[in-house]
């Protein structure tokens, strides 16, 4: 019978230890790598294998689902229309956007709206809202975020940044006409940034009015969902991947994800908001809008939930229903007749 050695009984436990304490330490590695790349890809506009870098590929083009709703009226119309305008932000990079006279014989005196576009978009996508706006009598602005199209900077922020910008935005056109009544609607990320904008105190009191379509609830939640989407696993899987995105993001950006809270910024919103969002949204979860519609402080919040409807597409899917609804949310808050 062979004596075991006390020695080598005493080691073993160290050594399993050790070897879990390198696995951990890999894991956790590897976490932090995919985290700092999914920085990378979301907010890099000049990363080679970004959501952008992605987009400008002539052979991705066929697989944007709303290009088969191209308003070719509102698109010709916008290309004749836009007077250029310029801003530069209060940390020095110089936006660009468009500018559009009320298209009626009966424009609005002192009635504006302002048009965002949403993540990875351009100005020209707004061409169906800016045009039915100017027909309704507003003189419409219609702003290329930071790191769009012609926009200077390198980094998108999700609304973070983007937020303040609109809110300058809205300063220029206040400081030319001190009684604007002011509208602003986006898109996706565009909506994220009016809702963030609204419950910034700084905001202008001639903010009277907003439209979110189709914004997410949260920077951090959608983030999960679409890592969590792309990877094809479930949601929880993604919460250490985007928790150490997040933190690699303070430390590079200078904002974690939990500082892009739309849910945050609705609680203290207080003007006139209507929610839309297509059923049919597998880009940000129709839930959001009914999770913001039920958070939202101001007393006079309205949901449309458009049957059918893929994301920001609820204009083509129902154009009635939805243009039906815009109207008469903006007919009760400007003086357009």
Request: a negative charge; hydrophobic letters at 45%; glycine letters at 6%.
């Amino acid at each position: 019978m062979t004596q075991q050695d006390p020695t080598h009984r005493s080691r073993a436990p160290r050594i399993a230890a050790i070897a879990a304490g390198a696995g951990a330490a890999v894991a956790v590695g590897t976490i932090a790598g995919i985290g700092a790349a999914l920085c990378s890809i979301v907010f890099d506009t000049e990363y080679p294998n970004s959501t952008f870098a992605h987009k400008r590929n002539e052979r991705f083009k066929h697989h944007d689902p709303l290009a088969q709703y191209r308003d070719e009226a509102a698109s010709t119309w916008f290309e004749e229309s836009g007077q250029p305008v310029s801003l530069r932000t209060h940390d020095g990079l110089m936006l660009h956007g468009w500018r559009f006279d009320p298209d009626t014989a009966r424009p609005a005196a002192h009635c504006y709206a302002i048009c965002m576009h949403g993540y990875t978009g351009e100005p020209m996508e707004m061409a169906p809202w800016a045009y039915h706006y100017a027909r309704r009598g507003f003189t419409v602005l219609v702003p290329a975020q930071r790191g769009h199209d012609t926009s200077g900077g390198r980094f998108v922020t999700m609304g973070h940044m983007e937020h303040r910008d609109l809110m300058q935005w809205v300063n220029a056109i206040v400081a030319r006409d001190p009684q604007a009544r002011i509208l602003l609607d986006g898109n996706s990320m565009g909506a994220a940034t009016v809702l963030l904008a609204c419950a910034d105190p700084r905001l202008a009191p001639n903010v009277v009015a907003a439209v979110a379509d189709s914004a997410y609830a949260s920077l951090s939640s959608q983030l999960e969902m679409t890592v969590a989407s792309l990877l094809h696993a479930p949601a929880w899987t993604a919460k250490p991947v985007v928790a150490c995105a997040s933190l690699w993001n303070k430390l590079r950006l200078g904002f974690s994800f939990a500082d892009v809270s739309p849910l945050n910024a609705v609680r203290h919103m207080r003007i006139p908001v209507l929610f839309i969002h297509g059923m049919d949204d597998t880009i940000v979860s129709p839930a959001c809008a009914r999770t913001l519609y039920a958070a939202c402080a101001s007393n006079d919040a309205t949901l449309l939930e458009v049957p059918g409807a893929i994301h920001t597409a609820e204009f083509a899917a129902a154009p009635d229903l939805y243009w039906n609804a815009i109207d008469s949310f903006i007919d009760r808050l400007f003086p357009l007749r």
